[in-house]
Protein backbone atom coordinates (compact mmCIF):
# COMPACT_ATOMS: atom_id res chain seq x y z
CA UNK A 1 0.00 0.00 0.00
CA UNK A 2 1.78 3.36 -1.01
CA UNK A 3 0.88 6.68 1.22
CA UNK A 4 0.01 9.88 0.40
CA UNK A 5 2.35 12.69 1.12
CA UNK A 6 2.66 16.68 1.31
CA UNK A 7 5.88 17.65 -0.23
CA UNK A 8 8.06 19.99 1.50
CA UNK A 9 10.18 21.21 -0.29
CA UNK A 10 13.30 23.77 1.75
CA UNK A 11 13.38 26.46 -0.88
CA UNK A 12 16.82 27.40 0.72
CA UNK A 13 17.84 23.81 -0.90
CA UNK A 14 16.32 24.21 -4.15
CA UNK A 15 20.09 24.17 -6.49
CA UNK A 16 20.90 21.32 -4.87
CA UNK A 17 17.60 19.84 -4.87
CA UNK A 18 17.58 20.16 -8.39
CA UNK A 19 21.17 19.07 -9.40
CA UNK A 20 20.95 15.27 -10.24
CA UNK A 21 24.52 14.90 -9.30
CA UNK A 22 24.26 15.91 -6.07
CA UNK A 23 21.79 13.36 -4.91
CA UNK A 24 23.88 11.97 -2.39
CA UNK A 25 24.50 15.41 -0.58
CA UNK A 26 20.49 16.28 -0.71
CA UNK A 27 19.88 13.17 1.16
CA UNK A 28 22.62 14.16 3.25
CA UNK A 29 21.21 17.56 3.99
CA UNK A 30 17.39 16.26 4.45
CA UNK A 31 18.46 13.44 6.62
CA UNK A 32 20.06 15.88 8.82
CA UNK A 33 16.69 18.43 8.79
CA UNK A 34 14.43 15.33 9.63
CA UNK A 35 16.44 15.16 13.53
CA UNK A 36 16.18 19.05 13.68
CA UNK A 37 13.12 19.27 12.70
CA UNK A 38 12.18 17.02 15.48
CA UNK A 39 13.97 19.10 17.84
CA UNK A 40 13.08 22.15 17.47
CA UNK A 41 9.19 21.24 17.25
CA UNK A 42 9.42 18.68 19.82
CA UNK A 43 6.08 17.46 20.78
CA UNK A 44 4.27 19.32 17.65
CA UNK A 45 4.70 16.02 15.29
CA UNK A 46 2.45 13.50 17.36
CA UNK A 47 1.18 11.40 14.33
CA UNK A 48 3.13 12.68 12.08
CA UNK A 49 6.03 11.24 10.09
CA UNK A 50 8.89 13.35 7.80
CA UNK A 51 10.13 10.71 5.11
CA UNK A 52 12.48 11.73 2.09
CA UNK A 53 10.70 10.79 -0.75
CA UNK A 54 11.21 10.91 -4.75
CA UNK A 55 9.17 13.46 -6.68
CA UNK A 56 8.77 14.11 -10.06
CA UNK A 57 8.64 17.53 -11.67
CA UNK A 58 10.41 17.97 -14.93
CA UNK A 59 12.86 15.18 -13.57
CA UNK A 60 13.10 12.94 -10.21
CA UNK A 61 14.34 14.69 -7.22
CA UNK A 62 14.52 13.95 -3.21
CA UNK A 63 12.71 15.62 -1.54
CA UNK A 64 10.56 15.78 2.38
CA UNK A 65 7.66 13.82 2.68
CA UNK A 66 4.45 14.51 4.93
CA UNK A 67 2.42 11.48 6.69
CA UNK A 68 -0.46 12.69 8.77
CA UNK A 69 -1.33 9.03 10.78
CA UNK A 70 -5.30 10.46 10.82
CA UNK A 71 -6.68 12.47 7.68
CA UNK A 72 -8.50 15.22 10.51
CA UNK A 73 -5.06 16.07 11.49
CA UNK A 74 -3.78 19.53 11.25
CA UNK A 75 -1.96 20.48 8.25
CA UNK A 76 1.72 21.36 9.21
CA UNK A 77 3.37 21.58 6.02
CA UNK A 78 4.11 24.97 6.34
CA UNK A 79 5.18 25.03 9.67
CA UNK A 80 7.96 22.52 8.82
CA UNK A 81 8.94 24.37 5.77
CA UNK A 82 9.30 27.73 7.98
CA UNK A 83 11.32 25.22 10.57
CA UNK A 84 13.63 24.24 8.38
CA UNK A 85 14.22 27.37 6.56
CA UNK A 86 15.02 29.04 10.30
CA UNK A 87 17.36 25.83 10.41
CA UNK A 88 18.82 26.31 7.43
CA UNK A 89 19.58 30.07 8.62
CA UNK A 90 20.96 29.67 11.88
CA UNK A 91 22.76 26.61 12.08
CA UNK A 92 26.16 26.80 10.96
CA UNK A 93 28.24 23.90 9.06
CA UNK A 94 30.11 22.55 11.72
CA UNK A 95 26.55 20.61 13.24
CA UNK A 96 26.09 19.60 9.88
CA UNK A 97 29.37 17.97 9.88
CA UNK A 98 29.17 16.27 13.11
CA UNK A 99 25.99 14.68 11.51
CA UNK A 100 27.69 13.53 8.49
CA UNK A 101 30.37 12.04 10.73
CA UNK A 102 28.24 10.43 13.16
CA UNK A 103 26.05 8.67 11.41
CA UNK A 104 26.91 5.12 9.07
CA UNK A 105 24.40 5.54 7.09
CA UNK A 106 24.45 4.10 3.81
CA UNK A 107 23.71 6.93 1.30
CA UNK A 108 23.81 5.08 -2.11
CA UNK A 109 21.74 2.18 -0.43
CA UNK A 110 19.70 5.01 0.80
CA UNK A 111 19.69 6.84 -3.27
CA UNK A 112 18.54 3.40 -4.75
CA UNK A 113 15.90 3.00 -2.18
CA UNK A 114 14.57 6.77 -2.62
CA UNK A 115 14.98 6.80 -6.40
CA UNK A 116 13.62 3.78 -7.52
CA UNK A 117 11.02 4.63 -10.02
Given at each position: MTRGYQIVEPE??????????Q???SLMVLAWLIGEVH????????GVEIEIIRVEYMGAYP????????AAM???????EQTTDRILKKK???EFAAFCAGTDTDWAAMRKRVMAT
Open positions: LLAPLLSNPQIDARELNGQLEALGVWYSRADLGKLINVA
